[in-house]
């Protein structure tokens, strides 16, 4: 069962649900590192076991050297020869299988989960320091002179940007390190029993039943490892526009309008306190739901469900608190007063629940790059840069050409040429200082530049869900009939492009240009979602799946549309355990050998 990601505009608004999601990465990852202890203890134990098997053949061999029988000459046989040699190189073998798995694990163990344990450290650290100083600040008097009231002011925002900066950068590390593990765990185990494997000629047979399994995992290590270092700079790049944003907008769920930490006064009976709730509005249905984060002496506090009447601005002269602002609902008969945490804040939550004040908040955390469009000059400016590549350069060596673009987030910010949005085709393409390079960097700029991805916001979720598919025939009829639901010159555009990624890919044997490494350079290009999010960015993967699909089945696909009497096939629901296994070399058939058939002669 995986964790639903944790985004970064969470952490702004820190809640409840999310610290528990917080919670159960922490739990996995203290999972992680005691099973990282246990490997290596047992690692260690089946080392120094063979170390010892080692030493005692050592001691075999040498006995047996040292006892001369009565012969003629002064030769060894072959047999001791044979044994003396085969066991000099065992002590090799133990320190490299050392090498291999303990070494590894321990540099993960310190290097990933460690520097996960001191961000979780400095984020709790900055966190109680962060709410105490908040709590403090929220019984300031506005009576206070207006000087101190804006040094507080300035004192709580340097407080809250550095416990969300800390509070990014863990959201960041533990989601980063649950992503390495994938490989950085199961290729030294892979590594490690390869060496065991071949530690003598006794295990000959099991290597070569261990080999094939051994491929399709390194495989499948290799393209984690590309998926993960394509999504790894997308999310450096998302958490370093988060951590600069002056002023932050915060993200809410798809249900709640608004929500975030607000006081509330409470009267008792021997006078009047202020306790911290997490609050959620929903405009809809005009829900107000109250959380309470702390729990008064000697009562048990609930969660509280209101119905929104009215909202009202509190005057600053009215009351000695600041930021307050008060609520009229079915279900009390008295006003509920409120006290946000700062005046913009005060200002979002008056403006969610039509309040008598309503002042519009939003701000844009990221800026759009240039906006081009697909038009005519478009595709006559995509049909010279294909062609510039295929004639111009050998297609051998585009691996070099696009690789170079595959990790590199600035081709999609700065083009390396003037690409003018209203003309792009009048770029000189034959000029002396146009390289290959600068093309292709050019025509990714004009695709990742669209004002909309090639494979639009509207079909994103379906293709993405198409390509988690585990029934492969479902994945393809499914993209090949949302292909045929994209707008004409998308998939005129999409047509043109595939076909010059199939040329490139069919000279993999020369170039390295797998389908697989195609996937990955141009699957954040053509596809995206609407909003950039953690969530969006770990589904690259997928959006990598897609374009696979699109170039190995390009014939089937663009030769026409899917029969309109055949619907998309649906996936049937699981009944069965999953096909492919978890790697073991004991639960295979016996594999039959060679000599043990019968001779061609006797064959029936």
Not at 36 to 47: A, P, S, T, Y
Not at 168 to 180: A, G, L, S
Not at 430 to 438: C, F, L, V
Not at 528 to 549: C, G, P, S
Request: charged share 30%; net charge neutral.
């Amino acid at each position: 069962m995986g964790h639903p990601p944790l985004e970064f505009s969470d952490c702004y608004c820190d809640s409840p649900d999310f610290r528990e999601r917080l919670k159960c990465y922490e739990h996995e990852l203290e999972k992680t590192n005691k099973f990282l202890k246990d490997v290596i203890k047992d690692g260690n134990n089946v080392i120094n076991t063979i170390k010892e098997y080692s030493l005692a053949v050592q001691k075999f061999s040498q006995t047996l050297q040292s006892f001369q029988f009565d012969f003629i000459g002064d030769t060894l046989t072959d047999d001791e020869m044979n044994i003396g040699e085969s066991t000099a190189g065992l002590i090799g073998v133990v320190q490299n299988a050392c090498d291999l798995l303990i070494k590894p694990l321990e540099k993960f163990r310190k290097e990933q989960i460690g520097v996960t344990k001191d961000r979780r450290k400095k984020f709790e650290k900055e966190s109680e320091k962060y709410y105490s100083q908040l709590d403090k600040h929220m019984n300031l008097s506005s009576k206070k002179k207006e000087t101190q009231l804006q040094e507080a002011d300035e004192q709580l925002d340097k407080e809250r940007q550095t416990f969300y900066e800390s509070s990014v950068e863990y959201v960041f590390q533990i989601q980063h390190v649950q992503d390495r593990k994938k490989f950085d765990v199961v290729e030294p185990v892979l590594a490690f029993l390869q060496s065991i494997l071949t530690l003598n000629n006794l295990t000959v047979e099991m290597t070569q039943d261990f080999l094939p399994y051994k491929q399709e995992l390194q495989l499948s290590l290799q393209n984690t490892r590309n998926h993960f270092e394509s999504t790894r700079e997308e999310m450096e790049e998302l958490m370093k526009r988060m951590k600069k944003s002056a002023q932050i907008c915060i993200r809410h769920s798809k249900q709640a309008t608004m929500e975030g930490y607000l006081y509330v006064q409470e009267k008792w009976a021997l006078g009047v306190t202020w306790l911290k709730y997490y609050c959620k509005y929903f405009k809809d249905s005009k829900l107000f739901i109250m959380v309470p984060m702390e729990q008064k002496t000697g009562t048990k506090q609930t969660t509280s469900q209101l119905t929104l009447k009215s909202c009202v601005r509190r005057k600053t002269e009215s009351t000695d608190k600041r930021f307050c602002f008060d609520i009229e609902t079915n279900e009390r008969c008295s006003p509920v007063l409120l006290q946000a945490i700062s005046e913009v804040n005060r200002k979002q939550w008056m403006e969610a629940m039509d309040g008598k004040e309503p002042v519009g908040f939003t701000l844009s955390l990221f800026t759009p790059l240039r906006v081009l469009e697909l038009n005519d000059l478009g595709f006559k400016f995509v049909r010279k840069c294909i062609n510039f590549v295929e004639t111009k350069g050998t297609i051998t060596l585009i691996l070099a050409i696009y690789l170079s673009l595959c990790f590199s987030l600035s081709v999609f910010i700065c083009p390396p040429l003037s690409v003018d949005p209203k003309c792009p085709a009048d770029v000189d393409l034959n000029s002396p200082d146009m390289d290959i390079k600068t093309i292709t960097s050019a025509l990714k700029f004009y695709l990742r530049s669209l004002s909309e991805p090639l494979m639009t916001y509207s079909l994103h979720g379906e293709l993405i869900l198409a390509a988690k598919s585990e029934n492969l025939d479902y994945r393809l009829g499914a993209v090949h009939s949302l292909v045929y639901n994209l707008p004409e010159r998308n998939r005129e555009m999409l047509e043109l492009l595939i076909k010059h990624l199939v040329s490139v890919c069919s000279h993999s044997t020369e170039n390295l240009m797998t389908v697989s490494n195609m996937g990955v350079i141009f699957g954040p290009t053509l596809m995206r979602a609407e909003e950039e999010t953690v969530a969006a960015m770990l589904d690259i993967k997928f959006q990598n799946i897609v374009m696979e699909i699109l170039i190995e089945d390009y014939d089937k696909i663009f030769k026409g549309p899917p029969e309109e009497s055949t619907p998309p096939p649906v996936p049937a629901p699981r009944v069965t355990q999953r096909k492919r296994q978890p790697i073991t070399i004991s639960k295979r058939p016996p594999r039959i050998l060679p000599g043990l058939e019968p001779p061609v002669s006797e064959r029936k």
